[in-house]
């Protein structure tokens, strides 16, 4: 009885799978794929970054530029991963999405002055859920376009995908290169 409860179970489950690739397009299974491989590109540039500050030796406090530190940076790219998350999560819900709002510059300060004062752990935590978020709602069809920020464009799926893993890819080798010209003008100095 417990064996043909399972293999009924097993049955139907491959009968819907069935129903639902056949009513799916070619081209969306396409999509599908291009979506998630963009998502595995996003989820190996957050663990990268998480790696990276996770170095025992990593200095918090070296300032990456002008304004920001290394913690800074990272809560920038925490604050545009949990807009990306949080309005994939609403439009998902049906509910309309709320992008930041300001230029580029004001929205990046606002993003880092609100999440400075969050330890490194704290940090870590919201990036990943942030990231859990986006995966459980990246494959829904019915989000068809998510804002960046407002004034501003909105991006499909996988458009968004593709720029949010380049926007971190791109900082995690800023924050390599800071680190790196650190550490040679440590070795030069003697510090």
Do not use: C
């Not at 417990?2 to 056949?22: A, F």
């Not at 299974?29 to 595995?40: C, H, P, S, T, Y």
């Not at 809560?75 to 309309?96: C, D, Q, T, Y």
């Not at 986006?134 to 968004?160: C, M, N, W």
Request: avoid cysteine; charge should be positive.
């Amino acid at each position: 009885m417990y064996n043909k409860s399972i293999t009924r179970g097993v049955n139907e489950m491959l009968m819907k799978q069935t129903d639902v690739d056949q009513k799916t397009s070619p081209e969306s299974r396409a999509e599908d794929r291009a979506i998630e491989f963009a998502l595995n590109d996003v989820r190996r540039a957050v663990d990268d970054v998480i790696q990276l500050y996770r170095v025992p030796a990593f200095d918090l406090m070296l300032p990456i530029n002008h304004r920001w530190s290394m913690k800074d940076m990272l809560a920038h790219l925490v604050a545009w991963h949990e807009s990306f998350a949080k309005n994939l999560a609403l439009i998902a819900a049906g509910a309309p999405p709320e992008p930041p709002r300001g230029s580029l510059r004001e929205v990046n300060r606002d993003g880092v002055q609100r999440l400075r004062e969050q330890s490194l752990n704290q940090l870590i935590r919201r990036f990943r859920k942030a990231q859990r978020i986006i995966e459980a709602h990246v494959f829904d069809v019915r989000i068809t376009a998510i804002p960046y920020r407002k004034p501003g464009t909105s991006y499909s799926r996988l458009q968004h995908l593709e720029i949010v893993a380049h926007h971190i890819r791109g900082h995690f080798w800023e924050i390599i290169g800071k680190s790196l010209k650190n550490s040679d003008r440590i070795v030069q100095t003697g510090i």
